[in-house]
């Protein structure tokens, strides 16, 4: 099962926090805190796995993913196959990808829900749930046509559909 | 847009997260997000607020919590917002809600009948945001409200939606799996939905279930197997494809559960061989989720019964990993290892260098996988070997946790497999040393223990001459700054009782060290408490042997000080030190023996030796002792004294004050028994205590007694007046730790740096190798490599020293390394790392112009690269290609369930620049194949989202903060 998703910047501020368990805010901060003192010190061109176990208690795993000014991040446990974390984590930014063009961390920290309305179609209830990104693409972009449909009055939505129609 | 900012949100949360992004300390960003709570909060209660508005004074409500800030006064609205009637306002609300609260909040009754209307609603839209919420805010006692329309959804039109109600009921599995037990049968029959992402979904919850108890699902094994097949030979449409890869996390799944289901169950296991071996065979090893179903097979084949040819299969991709450049790869490689090991012990022989190398890398990670590797495969030969690594290892870091735990794996190796006790000895001494405050304080009273007893065998000589060396390499530790308690206690326990036995210290030398380890460390009750008592022993066994005590001026003041101490432990032993000196030779041997820690004691519990006074006491009229039955509802305790205060039997307030006691009047019998408990040291502290405190009042003599009560009031007078030991005890610890973390940095740095060269100079000359490294390997493996000398050409004739074995192998491992490296020094990115593009590489590629040609240039220069190349890597990559070709023709001549049309032109080009991709040479200039068509247009409009975030300066430090530069030039 998959514990937590993690979006941060290199400087450690978050711009993403999924847990799939419920865990107080508090204990969030730390864990945020703690994986990013982990992940800073990590040299580079070394493997993307970090025991978790003295964060995120027993079996506690972490794959993450360093690309450009991002740390992706995900916690697991035993359940979950190290190299298709690493995977999943590349589904999840190929579909930001196709979402945003170009996504940087901007998209990110704007598009808040978005996120979270992509990474839901991916990982629900902490299981995979879906790993082509074309049709997590689908799926938002179903939802997306209703976003466009009711704000379509004074803004305009960085949606797929509207680059899509350039 | 203007206003807007553009990314569809309002100016206002524009400029809060600029303004955080800005921020240049954590108190300034505490101070924005704060304003930002006020705002909100005055804001959201205002009536009439617009729909759009409330969405978002939400998301900035989420945005405020992700920082650590307390937004509890929001949750209610985000509640509401679950009841809207239009689907992303109700989203937003749910996923407000799904964030914000635990399954047990207060607020939840308020969500769940909207879920249930929710969940029978016609959009499935609605439907899969009421799913998403079940998962998270449901609990046990919510379940049976919504479980019969979960039940419902199972059989909902759309995919999407029964895959979602699968996982949902999965998640009730998980919280509570009596509530679901009954309709567990819908989980087997989704496995048969005709909707293979659904068949994938159930796959979840049946790993769950027969994790918890295989034996239910043994019928399956046949039906997981050939589902497996089905995957496997890309049965399933195109549209399940994962870079090339059917299905893989189906796969994976699958293998998991075979594994579960083949664990010692032979009959099942060989349903399994078969497919297992199809896909090791076939196993695509160059790409990161082909490694990943591979390792997964591994995982399988030594978890189910084992079989002699799979293993053998495993091996090989086994090596293939270690043989690997890419840290993960070798990671998973020595899990790997470490879970086939168990089967065949042979395995790592071949792999030893491979292994040496892991442990030498600079990546922590996989560092201590590799400890674990060796853990597994200790013996009493490497031993030494792994212990030492591992405590320099230990030294080396500064994560608490670990260190614990590598603190322990090392005293459980030592204890197991110790060749000698001097060895043992010096290993505890080191681990004590720098990990002392992590240990459990069992292992030091073990250690105590070992010395005091030996190992069991008879030879006096061994004794004595282990424990002058226990006291010696004590001495010399002792003069460490900052040593941890636990360990200083070991020291003042075997200096106490041995320190003086071999007659090569004497009694003032080593009292003088006892004496200052108690002033170094006069916060540390504890290690003075042992210090004391040591001082103690080691008086009382110059007395005994007539010698004549010459008490050091700093011992004086250190008993001086105790006997004022406000602790009474530590007075207690102060005054026995300063009675024993009062003794003559004889009580002293009665009363501390020489070397009779390991004696046993007899404990009378009966004290039978009070008989003729008790007898006594009540001939002159004393009440008889009357049982604690017997006197239910009295408070008093039963003290053997209690005939003193027999007027505390009647009940009611005491006025008057208590008698002076009398002091107890010495029986004949000796105390010897109870005398030696002093040496007892695995005796808890406070057990410890009462025993000695009986000792005093009943083992020494009557002057004794009577004068403790004077001078105990002195005490306390001292400690009214001049409050001298009232610092905290706990300094010590956390400041040991820092000059450690000072040498880990330097060392790790220094490390890399050998390393690169180390791994440079051996790529250049191949024919030396590190003998140190040959000798560690030797040590560690035994030396013998036989399967690696049958792989190498050059040394076919058998040689003739076992020392020369290990240089024959890495000999013919370095040329294969080698030979693929030198080709293409320059950069080599690993293979997995296909979005990221940091490498130097993207800016050589051109600016796009047309798409197309785009992507042929990237296949041209892939493909150049490609002829430079050599090696391993290229030799098997046409041969993908060729096996990949087959499969496809053969899916159409086979009817899958993909398009043909757009078949072989379009696929073919993916395929060759995933092929390119693979090879590594320009891993960063390929994202994906479709993406050249998307972004080579839209170059100018990524240029000015580039300039507008640099505009924005959310990451004012960062040079470029877009992801994909890579086709910008």
Known sequence: ?166 | MGSQGGFGQSKEFLDLIKSIGEARSKAEEDRIVIREIETLKRRISEPDIPKRKMKEYIIRLLYVEMLGHDASFGYIHAVKMTHDDNLLSKRTGYLAVTLFLNDDHDLIILIVNTIQKDLKSDNYLVVCAALNAVCRLINEETIPAVLPLIVELLSHGKEAVRKKAVMALHSFYRKSPSSVSHLVSNFRKRLCDNDPGVMGATLCPLFDLINDDPNPYKDLVVSFVSILKQVAEHRLPKSYDYHQMPAPFVQIKLLKILALLGSGDKPSSEHMYTVIGDIIRKGDSSSNIGNAILYESIRTVSSIHSNAKLLEAAADVIAKFLKSDSHNLKYMGIDALGRLIKLSPLIAEQHQLAVIDCLEDPDDTLKRKTFELLYKMTKSSNVEVIVDRMIEYMISISDDHYKTYIASRCVELAEQFAPSNHWFIQTMNKVFEHAGDLVNIKVAHNLMRLIAEGFGEDDDAAYSQLRSSAVESYLRIIGEPKLPSVFLQVICWVLGEYGTADGKHSASYITGKLCDMAEAYSNDEIVKAYAITALTKIYAFEIAAGRKVDMLSECQSLVEELLASHSTDLQQRAYELQAVIGLDARAVEAILPHDASCEDIEVDKNLSFLNGYIQQSIESGAMPYISENERSGMVNTSNFRSHDQQESGQHGLRFEAYEVPKAPVPSKVTPVSLSSTTDLVPVPESLYARETQQISSVGLASDTGSSELKLRLDGVQKKWGKPTYSSPASSSNSTSQNPVNGVTKVDVATTINSKARDSYDSRKQQNEIDPEKQKLAASLFGGSTKTERRTSTSSKGPKASAADRPQDSKAASVPNKASGEKTNQVQQPPPQDLLDLGEPTVTAAPPAVDPFMQLEGLLDSSNSSAVTNSGGAVANAPDIMGLYRGTTSSEQSGGGGYNPASGDNLNLLSELSNAAAVRGTTGATIVSPLSPSVKGANAKDSLEKDAKVRQMGVTPTSQNPNLFRDLLG
């Open chain 1, 1 to 166: 099962m998959i514990r937590a998703v993690l979006v941060m910047n290199t400087q450690g501020k978050p711009r993403l926090a999924k847990f799939y368990e419920f865990l107080p805010v508090e204990k969030q901060q730390e864990i945020i805190r703690n994986v990013f003192a982990v992940l800073c010190s990590r040299p580079e061109h070394v493997s993307n796995f970090v025991d978790a176990e003295s964060f995120f208690g027993p079996d506690a795993r972490l794959v993450y993913k360093h690309l450009a000014t991002l740390y992706f991040v995900f916690i697991f446990d035993g359940s979950e196959n190290e190299l298709a974390m690493l995977d999943l984590i590349q589904v999840f930014v190929e579909t930001l990808d196709k979402c945003f063009r170009n996504v940087c961390e901007l998209d990110v920290v704007f598009n808040y829900s978005k996120m979270h309305t992509i990474l839901d179609e991916i990982i629900f209830g902490g299981q995979v749930l879906e790993t082509s990104s074309t049709e997590v693409m689908k799926a938002v972009e179903e939802i997306s046509k209703l976003d466009a449909a009711s704000s379509a009055i004074n803004l305009v939505p960085k949606s797929v559909s509207s680059w899509r129609s350039r």
